[in-house]
């Protein structure tokens, strides 16, 4: 009889820890913060990104994202939109939502986007209006004053360390402030030098599920110090200004529809100058 009870017993709190997880994983939240860049252009202080990334199966929620309509400067899509076996529908119901919010849309690959018909997935991105970025350079521009985003792709072949090189900026823009949009931080552990100022990254999902006493059971070293979150990383060649970056738990799941000690999470970003002090 005291077995039963204990089973029974253990049953429920599995059963109750179930439903929590998977509350987790459909959260609907939208982190907004403030990011202090000491080169940032004056005519940039105030500049709101919204970042998404690792939708993977999700549906991106119409009633949640309607009020930044025309409130958001540029949105950035760091990869993992899709997922192989998720319907090419609702990856193009999510970028036409994104581009419903009348700011220029940028996005880079992410590993699950390669395992999904890439072909289609691209052609679903780029005809929303959307901006892909393949290891490529962008311009942005605002009241005459210019900052750089970078897209890094994620390596189609070769393992998820086999990134190609930063891609050049013109000799005129070496100066300008440099963002740059990466699917998986890990990217940074490859580097020698990142001559930028940001970096946006997702994919960790933050462990997704993070279990009290052990934690997330990351593979990599890398992903235990960065794992989630807000960093300011030192070295990279920047000793004049600090490499900041900010890894995202990303919106969707990978796998199982379940988080633990990780809700999903999207971002609105707002690019401050140094002057402000906000952090």
Known sequence: MRLLIFLSVCAGAAGIMGIIMVAAAFKKRIIAEEIVLDRL??????????FITDIHRRRLPAAMLAPLRGKVDAVFLGGDLTEKGSPAERLADNMKLTASLEAPVYAVHGNHDYRANISLVDNIIRGS??????????????SGSK???TGVDFPRTGGKKAYSALPPVAAGDSELLRI???HDPLWLSRQQEVPADLI???????????????????????????NAGRYEIPGYGNSAHPLKMLISRGFGTAHLPLR???PAEMHVLTLRCMQDQHL
Do not use: C, K, M
């Open 180 to 182: 740059i949009l990466v």
């Open 41 to 50: 252009p004056a005519a940039f202080d105030g500049f709101r990104i919204l």
């Open 129 to 142: 209006g959307a901006r892909l970025l393949l290891d490529e350079n962008v311009t942005i521009g605002r």
């Open 147 to 149: 900052v750089i985003l």
């Open 260 to 262: 633990w000690g990780s």
């Open 200 to 226: 946006l990254a997702g994919h960790t999902h933050g462990g997704q599920v993070v279990l009290p006493f052990i934690g997330s059971r990351h593979g990599d070293d890398f992903y235990r110090h960065y």
